[in-house]
């Protein structure tokens, strides 16, 4: 396996630290101001991670250094999944059938052993929240994930907080057993009428660059039952994938990656 | 720094690795054959430095929660930047992938400074901090007039197309590694 470090480029932040020289008394402690700016000539969509290091040399021969970071582009613009064909020859995410091929239309699956459907999906990028859902196959949701820009455009209405840190907020394990329950409280995310819930995993990392999904090249689920441990009842459902942008909002459907799979019936034997 | 040594910094721009230490080539008394000792590189040889540096602090600073919670900001307040490569005109390596830079442990333990927060974190365009108040403590018995300097490590493009870049390369079916 080639390991490769990442190239870097010289475009530095541009920092100011006032006052630049400061003495500080025997037991005191003194504040300095340090500002630092995104460096410019640089391609926000590489996604650009600068960093570097405010080193205080003392008259005495010591050296303290505080250390920044940051990136010069919006992390919820960062593709999340991988909907091309450049993994497999065919477009991800897909679904399987018992013999592994992707389906493209409709498809019965007995639920018997491994007549499951199996979900294959590739992350490029780690996502704090991933769902899978069965929805009904006469759903109107759809994907977000043909077009080149978002069915939803980003609704920015509200006024950035000063939070220093990503916005994701503390989602409630009641959201997680109850989805559907956040109607009342608002959210779009929740108003998606689903079947039930398949899967959910938070926080989870991206996919290696790895030719197996035992190396983590890519990911599987087998969808045999609800997340609950409930059978799916015979029917018609799609799968709907949704994997939550970085620094997203849990709550707003528009800061998902969508995802809606072919039909498939379930359809016992 | 060494290949196998992973890259941050977390999905939604916390600093981390906090600091590195050494992991290639090092000698420890694993006993191979004949009477000699094996050399291995790999981050299983770099966490007993840091195991060792924290036993070391805790035990001149104080066996106490508080030296515990410090510990993470002195060892990033004395860690040493190191560079991209050998080049003398090398670019210093993105704090991506060395956190603060190398640990020094005798600084870290015997230091009496603190510089803090010892982690400014920008963000990313849209949660952008800009501005950031930090504290120069003198915990010594003299004076000390302190001359600050920015030392900008390399830039790191992460992203190329929809991708990560780094890692293997040429993973693919169709090309395999």
Request: charged fraction near 15%; charge should be neutral.
């Given at each position: ?269 | ?46 966490t007993p430095f840091v195991a060792g540096a924290s036993a070391l602090l805790l035990q ?7 030296t515990a919670?410090?510990a993470r900001?002195i060892f ?27 640990i020094?442990v005798?600084?870290a333990v ?68």
């Open positions: 396996m080639v390991v490769e470090p990442v190239t870097l480029v010289s475009n530095a932040a541009t920092v100011n630290i006032i006052p630049s020289t400061l003495k500080v008394a025997a037991g005191w402690t003194l504040p300095i101001m340090v500002t630092v700016k995104a460096p410019t000539g640089v391609d926000a969509k590489t996604f650009p991670v600068f960093s570097g290091f405010i080193q205080a040399t003392g008259s005495d021969g010591s050296t303290l250094q505080t250390s920044y970071l940051g990136v010069a582009a919006a992390l919820k613009d960062m593709k999340i999944l991988d909907n091309t064909d450049a993994y497999f020859g065919v477009k991800l995410p897909l679904v399987a059938d018992k013999d592994g091929n992707p389906i493209n239309g409709s498809t019965t699956y007995t639920m018997k052993g491994t007549d499951t459907p199996l979900v294959i999906y590739r992350l490029v990028a780690g996502t704090p929240m991933f769902r899978l859902d069965l929805i009904d196959s006469k759903s109107n949701v759809t994907t977000n994930q043909r077009r080149s820009v978002p069915i939803m455009p980003a609704v920015e209405a509200e006024v950035e907080s000063r939070e220093v840190h990503s916005t994701i907020g503390k989602r409630s394990i009641w959201d997680w057993l109850f989805p559907n329950k956040g109607n009342s409280a608002g959210g779009t995310f929740a108003a998606v009428k689903t079947v039930g819930t398949v899967y959910q995993e938070d926080y989870i990392s991206r996919n290696a660059q790895a030719a197996t999904a035992d190396a983590n090249g890519y990911s599987t689920f087998p969808v045999t039952q609800f997340a609950n441990g409930t059978a799916i009842p015979d029917g018609s459902y799609k799968i709907l994938l949704r994997a939550l942008k970085i620094t997203g909002d849990a709550k707003k459907e528009e800061d998902y990656e969508v995802w809606t799979s072919p039909e498939l019936i379930v359809k016992r034997a | 720094m060494s290949s196998f040594s992973t890259y941050g910094p977390s999905n939604d721009m916390y600093f981390k690795p906090a600091v590195s230490a050494p992991g290639g080539g090092i000698l420890s008394t694993y006993p191979v054959p004949m009477g000699a000792y094996a050399i291995l590189s790999g981050t299983s040889m770099a001149v600073r104080g066996k106490n929660a508080a919670k410090a900001g990033e307040n004395t860690a040493v930047p190191v560079r991209f490569n050998t080049a003398t005109d090398s670019l210093y390596e993105t704090a991506a992938h060395q956190g603060a830079g190398l020094n005798y600084n015997h230091g009496t400074g603190s510089m803090l927060p010892a982690e400014l974190l920008v963000n990313d365009t849209t949660h952008s901090k800009n501005a950031f108040p930090v504290l120069i403590k003198n915990g010594g018995k003299k004076d000390v007039t302190y001359t600050f300097k920015h030392v900008p490590a390399g830039t790191a493009p992460t992203i190329s197309g929809i991708e990560p870049i780094g890692e293997s390369k040429h993973c693919f079916l169709d090309a395999p590694c």
